[in-house]
């Protein structure tokens, strides 16, 4: 199974960590102000990161 | 494949002017996710607003919108409604907009009872102006006009529109994500005015003057103040304090305002003919 490929636009990104602390497999992490990829790996595709992100800013890219 | 929202929203219009982990985002997209599945022609479908931070969504939505004066958009969308009744008309509003500068034509756009669709975003506060104390601000919260805590009893949004008698009342909040397209399309689906009331969080003006750390304080708090409709009525009173019921509140079938004055039209042409 291909891991799908989890995305942070930086220009929408306004660090809310909303996506930080409601991923349950901890893929986000806070970069200064913004959100970060750091765990593609451990996504389960639950698509909680992309229904609450209020900024438009994280995507989840599956096949 | 990542939900396209862009499709959706104006180019070039984000990022949007909602402060970090305001959950008007997470509405809009609820809003767009529902239009998508009622399958709402862009150029056949009207959001109307008013003012505040709120009002603002319509601006970023890619098919006919209406910003107007603050407190009108009800008043407005109805003027849409009676000129092009074949269109679907959402109106998107705060709670200060909605229910206390708008207050005279909510309750009368509910009474007449055309097929709109009003998403309320209740954030308990006025955002846009600097924090002041709105009619849905919580007795004892602390806004930057009552400081030393605010001594008004609430308004329950939900139970004003079924009382002055909107045909389709349901509430959500910001944290039910999923729950919000399904409301905000079953309120479209309604023949009838419907209201969606959308509990939302303001870090910037509420959680920072009542002691939440971070916005996921608030979304937290949103989940634990939450009791489904269905759940609620096998709890005892006493666990009931202090929470909100979520879930389709009221639903009945009324005769459209619309398709009554267009039979006035019929009858007064057959009194003249």
Known sequence: ?63 | MAYDYEKSIRPGKLPHIWCPGCGHGIVMKGLIRAMDTCGLDKNNTAIVSGIGCASRLPGYMDCCTLHTAHGRAAAFAAGVKMAKPEMNVLIVGGDGDGVAIGGNHFIHACRRNMDMTYVVLNNNIYGMTGGQFSPTTPTGANASTTPYGNPDPTFDISKLAIGAGATFVARTTAFHATQIDKLIAEGIKHKGMSVIEVLDDCPTCFGRRNKFRSVVDMMKRLKEVAVPVQAAAKMPAEKLEGKILTGVLFKEERPEYCAEYAKIIEKAKGANA
Not at chain 1, 1 to 29: A, N, Q, Y
């Open chain 1, 1 to 63: 199974m291909s891991s799908p490929r989890v995305e942070v636009i930086d220009r929408l990104c306004k660090g809310c960590s909303i996506c930080v602390e409601f991923c349950p497999t901890r893929v986000f992490e806070m970069d200064g102000f913004i959100a970060k990829v750091v765990k593609e790996d451990a996504c389960i595709k639950c698509m909680q990161c992309e229904l609450r992100c209020p900024d438009f800013a994280v995507k989840v890219h599956t096949e």
